[in-house]
Structure formats: structure tokens, C-alpha cells
């Protein structure tokens, strides 16, 4: 029976991800090999708070159990920036000024203050997701989501540094969303062991995509993941 339960966890977290950002970003393909900011910075993409909106907690998003506040380790407001840490994951990242940020046992979770932009991010156990690598999984979660949802346009790509990056467009908007939504899956897979990685997801407006992408390159130059 506990192994039956967590073959359904698996499957279920499998989807959990995507299916957040869609209630919570449709993009060009990508042409490069690598994502590249475009010149924007977390200016572009913050309010000048000095970093008090990280201390504030939202009731209208819901959590995990033993849902907590992120720790704010640095404010940069030159740069537009808070170093966040979600410790229940090891892993510490730049986010705009402006955003809030919590997590629970599994999953880090931030957004803008609008609620238009929509970050999680998760540890991934590739064999528990039944799967063998990163490739594995962003081919396999590709597939799946296009058959639960076929108005989903689904497409991913292998970057240059082995991350794989997965667009979906024309998802549906959710509960207090005016437009459709596009999502970013970013599959990083640990260094020396095909069987662990990190799934970041980033949600935006449709209309937003091209600057989702661009932020989805600022997230990923500022990461700092404890393997």
C-alpha cells in the first residue's frame, strides 16, 4: 500500500508543477543554445521595497504543510534584488525586489506582488518520478502534459550547459488570471549523478513571455544550488 500511494505522489508531482504555474507564462522558440537575460536585470522586474515585502505573508496563497517564510540572507537594492534562501530545498536565489517568497517541506515558492509572475521551485528524485536522467523527464513530462491538456503547445531543448528547457503556451489562466499563460520548465540535473536535479517553473502572462524568458535567464545566472 505505501508503495502504491507513492507511485500516485509520484505521478501526481510529476504534473504538480506545471499545473501550479498555469493556475498561478505563448514564447518564440528558442534559437540559442543558452537563455540570455537581453540586457533586462531584476530592475526591470522589481519595486524598490529595500526588501520588505520578503517579510510579509499572503493568506491567498495556499501552502504546503509546515509552510514557512524564506530567509532573506541579502537585500541588493542597487541591483533590484533579495538573495532568498529555501532551505528545505538548498537553494538560494536572486529574486526581484518586490516579490514574496515561502516554502514547505518540498518546494520553494515566490511571486510578484500582482500575482502575474509565478515561481516554484522543487528538488526532483528522477527514479522515484520514474524516469532515468533529466532528458528522461522533461521528454516524459512533455508528453504528458499534451495528452491531459492538447490545446497546450509543448516544446523542449536541450541548452548548451545540459539543462533542458521545456515552453508550454496557450495554458489556460487560472482563478484571477485576464489572459492565457505561458510556462517555463527549467531541468537542471545534479553533476555526477543522473539520478537527482532541481525543476524550476516559472508562470507569466502570455502577453509577458518574452520577458518570462528573459527572467528565466536572470533566475538561472543567480542560483546557487547545494548539491
Known amino acids: 500500500m505505501i508503495c502504491e500511494q507513492r507511485q500516485k505522489e509520484s505521478g501526481r508531482r510529476l504534473f504538480l508543477a506545471a499545473s501550479l504555474a498555469v493556475c498561478l507564462v505563448a514564447a518564440p522558440a528558442v534559437a ?4 540570455d537575460p537581453g540586457g533586462l536585470t531584476f530592475r526591470d522586474f522589481s519595486s524598490n521595497d529595500n526588501g520588505a515585502s520578503y ?3 499572503d493568506p491567498m496563497i495556499a501552502g504546503g504543510p509546515n509552510q514557512v517564510s524564506s530567509k532573506v540572507v541579502a537585500v541588493e537594492g542597487d541591483k533590484g534584488l533579495a538573495r532568498v534562501q529555501f532551505s528545505s530545498i538548498r537553494v538560494e536565489l536572486a529574486l526581484p525586489l518586490g516579490w514574496q517568497a515561502t516554502e514547505d517541506w518540498e518546494r520553494g515558492v515566490a511571486y510578484s506582488n500582482d500575482k502575474r509572475y509565478r515561481l516554484i521551485v522543487w528538488r526532483v528524485d528522477f527514479p522515484f518520478e520514474g524516469v532515468k536522467d533529466a ?7 512533455t508528453g504528458s502534459i499534451q495528452a ?7 516544446q523542449a ?7 533542458f528547457l521545456i515552453v508550454y503556451e496557450n495554458a489556460p489562466k487560472g ?3 485576464s489572459e492565457q499563460r505561458t510556462v517555463f520548465d527549467l531541468v537542471m540535473q545534479r553533476p ?19 520577458r518570462g524568458m528573459k527572467l ?3 533566475l538561472k545566472q543567480n542560483m546557487r544550488i547545494n548539491w
Open 32 to 35: 540559442e543554445d543558452k537563455l
Open 55 to 57: 517579510s510579509r505573508g
Open 135 to 141: 532528458e528522461h523527464y522533461a521528454a516524459t513530462k
Open 148 to 154: 491531459r491538456r492538447p490545446s497546450i503547445q509543448a
Open 157 to 163: 531543448r536541450k541548452l548548451g550547459d545540459g539543462t
Open 175 to 177: 482563478q484571477g488570471d
Open 192 to 210: 555526477g549523478n543522473p539520478k537527482e536535479g532541481i525543476l524550476m517553473t516559472l508562470g507569466v502572462p502570455a502577453s509577458d513571455a518574452v
Open 216 to 218: 528565466v535567464a536572470l
